[in-house]
């Protein structure tokens, strides 16, 4: 999915929500993306990205774990 599609979705129940803030909570929530690191508050590891837009759900187990800055750890 992309950010995009993220929006799509959720301006259908909250018409008002704000484009950038669903792209930085995105970002923040995504293990790999190195931008991470600058939205270190309320970090959840949700996503993995795997290409330049484009993310899916992080598995621990397939993506290996990760830290706050978006590198890998091991």
């Known amino acids: 999915f992309t950010s995009s599609d993220v929006y799509n979705e959720l301006v259908k ?3 008002d929500i704000n484009s950038s803030s ?3 909570t995105i970002i923040q929530d995504c293990v790999n993306h190195t ?3 600058h ?3 309320g970090q959840q590891d ?3 990205r795997i290409d330049k837009g484009v993310f899916r759900l992080y598995d621990p187990e397939k993506d290996g ?3 706050y800055k ?3 750890i091991g």
Do not use: A
């Open 46 to 48: 949700l996503y993995f």
């Open 13 to 15: 129940q909250y018409p």
């Open 65 to 67: 774990q990760w830290d």
């Open 35 to 37: 931008s991470r690191k």
């Open 22 to 24: 669903v792209r930085c």
């Open 39 to 41: 939205y270190p508050s």
């Open 70 to 72: 978006g590198e890998r």
